[in-house]
């Protein structure tokens, strides 16, 4: 998949595909069961947020793609990216727990 700016330069899609992903997994794993748990119907809740989903890919695709600058890829350290990396894995863990309690009570 070769994704292109809005100067033609060609950019990573990896980046992308991951929120696009990680966001269909969160969002349509916890967005129905919410809904339904509020009285909503399972259609609106899916609809919802299905919804939800193409707001977050489209945001995704105009910040990490349409207007990425792959030039400045090797300004910040390996070092400083993996670091946040982990913190980034920190926080999904506790907002996946933090999104699983309310709906085990």
Do not use: C, K
Not at 9 to 35: A, E, H, K, R
Not at 73 to 97: C, D, E, Q
């Amino acid at each position: 998949m070769r994704l292109r700016n809005h100067e033609g330069t060609p950019v990573d899609p990896v980046p992308f595909l991951v929120v696009v992903g990680l966001t269909f997994m969160f969002v349509l794993s916890f967005g129905p069961l919410y809904g339904q748990a509020l009285g909503a119907g399972l259609e609106l809740s899916v609809g919802v947020s299905f919804a939800l989903f193409l707001a977050v890919a489209f945001g995704s695709y105009y910040w990490q793609v349409w207007t990425a600058r792959p030039e400045t890829v090797g300004v910040v350290p390996a070092s400083v990216r993996a670091v946040r990396l982990f913190y980034l894995m920190l926080v999904l863990a506790v907002l996946m727990i933090g999104l699983a309690i309310p709906l085990m009570l």
